[in-house]
Structures are given as structure tokens and as C-alpha cells.
């Protein structure tokens, strides 16, 4: 060393700062790296793609070989550092030294690559991987040692390193990232997303037309008015019945029947021969059960029993595409946002649709529509222009019909 200029020694700092910089940058690019982008990238065949997801896969070897090559660096620089400042100052510049080498190495070779690496990893992680392969042959067996060193005193803490690791997503950190992702994923998706992981989490009962709403066909009625009622239908599917909905008998297709309405010889014999089976579902069934359920049955509508086997409402498969994919019809919407900042709720929505809509909390565990939460919270049926905080959420009813909440405001929370 006696013999090299300064120009030379200085050279040599500034490449081992830049050689410690790459192991820095290099580290937090890899370890940063999207997985699932990577695994993407690798299907197509990305040669860079393919050398890092290989490295990844022994994060300890790879962890192992950057850090040696780091220390390596960092304490020849040191050393270097060392010389140079007896050079100059002698013995008394050496503190000196430290101190600019400490602030030099944390700026250019720790932080400024670090914080390039955790932006864009892919620009670092990728030529580095072309690096490290062909290195981490040439040094494994240092790799090696200094890996079955490391691992024997993790093994003392009670820490097993295993090849291949993969960590498992629970349905609800699944639901986190997936909520998350609003920057990388367009909205559409994400919502789809969320709604095929709600699915497991809720019964028919949540998303079913409620008893009082089904609109179907009472057999005992002339058939002057059935003949009527068909003809002027809002639906394709019918449950058909005997006096009431209990006693449902079968479902009616009016493409069917449609088509010999008009015949002389068409009577109720005819309905009853076009029906189908009635299908009848128990109404804790959970909603990825049922849209199995009714591909395997090749069915698209049926009738929601309690314990007694009264019916409780009705659902289709519809229904259960529209929890994933959204509104399939868009009709007046139950959540109208005022200018005032409230919002106008009809009191039929169901929880979680309000949940969904005005990305609030309330509970889903009991009733299932607004108008059943405010009474089980009230424990009577409020009168129109009572104001209430509903589980932190401060509403006043408007509009009251017999035993029914029909609208509520709910005001912005403050």
C-alpha cells in the first residue's frame, strides 16, 4: 500500500462504497420484490425473473452471500479509510476518518440504494440476480459454513430454517391485501374479489327476498287471474302454491308455459305439468355452498326453510352473482347521498349490502336488514321522526308504515 498514490487509494474507497452500495441496494430490492408479480414474470419466461425467483427460493443462502460480500467491502474500506488518514494526518486523523467513512457509507452506500431498491426493485433485483447466481457457486462453500453456523444457533432458540417456506393467508389478511390494493388493482376487480371472499362468510339468509316479497302463484286462484298474472310478469321463475307459500308445489318456467297459454285446451293441469320440483334449502347454508349446490343440481332458484320448514324467502342464482359481480340490474338505489352530506336509506336494505355501500360497521351477526336491526336495538318499532345513535352511527327514521322502518337518514358522523 506504501507504494500507491492517494489518486489510487481514493479510487479504490470510492469502488468498494460502490461495490457496498450494489450489496445494500441489491438486498432490499430482493427481499422486496413482489411475489406474485415475480411468479408472473417467470411464467413468461423473464430470464432475470426466472435467476431471482431461483435465489428466493434459499432466502438464508442468498441472505448469507450478500452480507459477506457487504462486510468484506465495508471492512476493507474501513481499513483503506485507515491508511489514508494516517497518510495525510497522521495518527490523530484516524478518529476523523471514521467519522466521515460512517457518514459517507450510511448516505451513499446504505440509504440512497435502500431507498432506490424499496421503490423500484425490479430495476436492481433483477441484474443483481444475473451477479449473485454465478457468485454464490464460486463461494458456497463459505455460503455453506457460515449458513450451518448461523442455523445451528438459530436451532438453540428454538428457530428451524426450512427449504421452500411458504407462508398461508388466513380469509380475513387475504381480505386486508385485497382491500388494500386499490393503487395496483382497478376497483372492479377488487370489489368481485371481495365479494367471492364475503361468500364465506354468509348464509342465504343474508342475500334472500324476504317472505313477504315473493311474488309467486297461488294454484287455487281462477285461472282467469293466473292466465293474467303470468302475462304480465316481472320474472321468469314462479314458485307455484296451495293457498300459501308453505305449500309450495313446484317452480314455473314462463318460457314454458308461455307457449301454450293460448291454447283452447290450457287449463291449471297444464301449469302443474310444466313445473318443476320445488328445491329447499336450510337458511344457515353458507353462499359458496349454495352456488355449488345449484351448479351441481343444475338449478338456478330456490326456497329458504327455517328449522320448522316454513319458507323464509327465496334465492336465486342471480342473487348469488350479484354478491360477487355487483347490481346485475340497475334499479332506483336503496342509498341516496344528500347535499348535506346524509344519506337517505331505505329501510329494507340488508346489513351488509349498507355496510358494503356506505363502508360502515354495523353488525351483521343478528338481523339481517336495517329496518330489523333499529328495532332489535330499540326494542320496540320507533315512531317516524325518532333519532337514535345506532351503534355509533346517529340516523333519525322519517317514514314508518304499520310495523315497517321504510326510510332513514342517516347523518354524517361528526
Known amino acids: 500500500m506504501d507504494d500507491l498514490s492517494l489518486t489510487v487509494l481514493f479510487s479504490i474507497l470510492a469502488f468498494l462504497l460502490f461495490l457496498s452500495a ?72 484516524i478518529a476523523a476518518a471514521a467519522g466521515i467513512l460512517t457518514l459517507v457509507v450510511l448516505i451513499f452506500s446504505e440509504v440512497t440504494p435502500k431507498t432506490l431498491a424499496a421503490i423500484k426493485p425490479e430495476v436492481l433485483a433483477f441484474p443483481a440476480a444475473w451477479i449473485y447466481t454465478p457468485l454464490l457457486k464460486l463461494l458456497y462453500p463459505i455460503v455453506w459454513l457460515v449458513n450451518l453456523i448461523a442455523n445451528m444457533l438459530l436451532r438453540i432458540f428454538g428457530v428451524r430454517v426450512k427449504k421452500d417456506t411458504v407462508e398461508t393467508l388466513n380469509k380475513d389478511e387475504l381480505k386486508s391485501i385485497v382491500a388494500e390494493a386499490d393503487n395496483i388493482m382497478p376497483s372492479r376487480y377488487r370489489n368481485m374479489l371481495l365479494g367471492i371472499l364475503d361468500m364465506e362468510s354468509a348464509s342465504v339468509e343474508d342475500i334472500m327476498t324476504p317472505r313477504n316479497e315473493i311474488v309467486g302463484i297461488n294454484i287455487e286462484d281462477p285461472l282467469e287471474d293466473i292466465i293474467e298474472q303470468l302475462q304480465h310478469s316481472d320474472h321468469t321463475r314462479l314458485p307455484v302454491y296451495k293457498q300459501s307459500i308453505d305449500r309450495v308445489i313446484g317452480f314455473l318456467h314462463l318460457r314454458k308455459i308461455l307457449s301454450v297459454i293460448c291454447r283452447d285446451d290450457f287449463d291449471k293441469e297444464c301449469i302443474i305439468k310444466n313445473m318443476q320440483k320445488p328445491f329447499f334449502i336450510p337458511e344457515n347454508t353458507p353462499l359458496h355452498k349454495q352456488i355449488q349446490c345449484f351448479k351441481t343440481e343444475k338449478l338456478r332458484i330456490g326456497l329458504v326453510v327455517d328449522e320448522y320448514g316454513d319458507v323464509q324467502g327465496l334465492i336465486t342464482l342471480d342473487d348469488l352473482l350479484q354478491e360477487i359481480i355487483g347490481e346485475l340490474i340497475i334499479e332506483e338505489p336503496n342509498v341516496k347521498m344528500q347535499s348535506d352530506g346524509s344519506f337517505l336509506v331505505d329501510g329494507s336494505i340488508t346489513v351488509r349490502e349498507l355496510n358494503r355501500i356506505m363502508n360502515i360497521d354495523l353488525p351483521t351477526e343478528g338481523p339481517k336488514t336495517l329496518n330489523g336491526l333499529i328495532i332489535e336495538y330499540m326494542e320496540t318499532i320507533p315512531d317516524a321522526g325518532t333519532s337514535i345513535k345506532l351503534h355509533g352511527y346517529p340516523l333519525e327514521i322519517l317514514k314508518r308504515e304499520k310495523n315497517t322502518i321504510k326510510l332513514v337518514k342517516f347523518h354524517p358522523k361528526k
Open 22 to 93: 450494489f450489496f445494500s441496494g441489491s438486498e432490499t430490492a430482493l427481499m422486496t420484490l413482489n411475489r406474485y408479480r415475480l411468479q408472473h414474470l417467470v411464467k413468461k419466461g423473464h430470464r432475470g425473473a426466472i435467476k431471482a425467483y431461483r435465489l428466493l427460493k434459499r432466502p438464508d443462502r442468498l441472505i448469507g452471500l450478500i452480507l459477506l460480500g457487504n462486510n468484506f467491502v465495508n471492512i476493507l474500506a474501513s481499513s483503506l479509510a485507515t491508511i489514508i488518514a494516517i497518510r495525510i494526518g497522521g495518527e490523530q486523523a
